[in-house]
């Protein structure tokens, strides 16, 4: 007979703790929750009053103050949530809020192209600790969110197929788990920059993956390793489409991650945290700008970013390519399989959409030393001069180059070119493009052809031929 505090020891070891809630039901600490390599530390989430998860509303009535609501029908039916509109939830990530001005400024967009409940789901309360509390009280908040799309599908009989779920960092698996505890029949969620530690290589139960919804679209900003290059997001491909723009590592316009400054993962977000997390935050810039350019982000199939940027995966494919963010689900093939990656290219702060096409200049003139440039122009506005090449410029070179413009053109009327060398040469010497032809990413094509020559620096206009 073994001594019972003997006994209780190896009951201890063989059973985890588990906490319950009446509304919530149960949370354990058992594998894969805690005590995996992941998440070595048997630790449980906090009280659904503790972590006091928030929905703030906000509709086309009320676009700039928030009505809190509550898992409730008659605070629901009291409020401006209309039934016959899609409802959207925003969850943020760790040390953020609901309030903070990111995810209100990303349903103000959607009330510019849409009408829909924007709710803005706060549980600073249990965000503002360390890491490792934060990603187990996400339980809790997938749980509410999971209860109150319950209660809007009982209560008000609206559908699950109306509902999307828009998560950042550790918000993403929040969603995931709002998902899961629905059983996947929620239309959407889509994973901002989903957070690498505590998640990555851990099983789907725990994390954000592509059976937590009908769709599930993932943005990857920050994907380097948490150690040592401290990339908060993941780099696992986690949802039906997964996005890596700029290569998913280091967005333009970001400075590399300040590794000098941060001590571990609680200190991230810690004095500045555009200037730190800038990789991480751009997901959710991202998708916001996504909201009000239709266009302006289409991800491109392709095996890696390497690829994509030797001009490998151009045009779209004839099914088309998917556009990151707000409208990836106009994508037709978007629940073919899962684990659909695409690249793409995007503008630094100010202007992040970007049109790409393909170039191809036909070289006329004498043999120097220079840089080719091309800007087009079209029916919808004119691109800046981008280059297309930059070496030995032969006659009857063809120099083939992609170019992401800040502008979609729409259909082009001219092209224009330009070379220049910066080398002082007594001989003034003279080069043209006898044709240029550009390709759009739907596969359209114009050519346009001169029979001229210029002098560096002087632009040579090119007509339809
Ligand atoms: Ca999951
Ligand atoms: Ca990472």
Redesign the pocket.
């Known amino acids: 007979m073994l001594p019972i505090w003997a006994l209780a020891l190896l009951l201890g070891t063989a059973v985890g703790k588990e906490l319950c809630f009446q509304r919530l039901g149960c949370f354990s600490d058992d594998a894969p929750w805690a005590g995996i390599v992941e998440r070595p530390l048997k630790i449980l989430p906090w009280s659904p009053k503790k972590v006091n998860t928030r929905f703030l509303l906000y509709t086309n009535e009320n676009p700039t103050t928030y009505q809190e609501l509550v898992a409730d029908s008659s605070t629901i039916e009291a409020s401006n949530f209309k039934t016959d509109r899609k409802t959207r939830f925003i969850i943020h990530g760790f040390i953020d809020k609901g309030e903070e001005s990111w995810l209100a400024n990303m349903c103000k967009n959607m009330f510019q192209v849409e009408s829909v409940n924007c709710i803005c789901v706060d549980w600073k309360s249990g965000s503002h600790t360390g890491y490792t509390q934060a990603s187990q009280n996400i339980r809790i908040v997938g749980a509410e969110v999971a209860y109150f799309i319950d209660v809007l599908q009982s209560a008000l009989n609206y559908s699950l197929s109306n509902v999307h779920i828009i998560g950042h960092s550790l918000g993403s698996h929040a969603a ?1 788990e709002a998902g ?1 505890r629905t059983n996947g029949t929620v239309a959407r969620i889509t994973g901002l920059d989903p957070a690498e530690p505590c998640f990555e290589g851990t099983p ?2 725990v ?3 592509a ?2 919804a009908q769709f599930v679209d993932i943005i990857h900003t920050d994907a380097a390793p948490i150690i040592p290059n401290m990339g908060f997001g993941t780099s696992q491909i986690s949802g039906h489409l997964d996005f890596f723009p700029n290569g998913g590592i280091h967005m333009t316009g970001c400075k590399k991650n300040i590794l000098s400054q941060i001590v571990d993962i609680d200190g991230i977000w810690e004095g500045s945290r555009d200037f730190v997390a800038c990789n991480h935050l751009r997901s959710y810039k991202y998708y916001t700008d996504s909201i009000l350019n239709p266009g302006g982000f289409a991800g491109y199939p392709c095996g890696s970013y390497e690829a994509f940027t030797e001009n490998k995966c151009f045009p779209c494919p004839s099914e088309g390519c998917p556009q990151m963010g707000h409208y990836a689900d106009r994508f037709p093939g978007k629940t073919k399989e899962v684990g659909q990656t695409f690249y793409l290219n995007t503008g630094d702060l100010g202007s992040f959409p970007r049109w790409r096409y393909k170039v191809v200049v036909v070289l006329s003139g004498k043999r120097v030393r220079g840089h080719v440039l091309v800007s087009l122009f079209g029916d919808q506005g004119n691109s800046k001069q981008y280059e297309v090449f930059k070496g030995v410029l032969r006659p009857d070179a063809i120099l083939a180059n992609e170019i992401d413009s800040d502008v979609d053109v729409g259909d082009l009327q001219t092209v224009k070119f330009v070379w220049y060398n910066n080398i002082i040469n007594p001989t003034l010497p003279k080069v043209g493009a006898s044709q240029i032809t550009v390709e759009r990413n739907d596969g359209k094509t114009y050519n346009f052809c001169s029979q001229s020559t210029v002098r560096e620096n002087v632009l040579l206009t090119l007509t339809p031929c």
Do not use: I, V
């Open positions: 995931g899961r789907e139960l994390r954000l993956d059976s937590d």
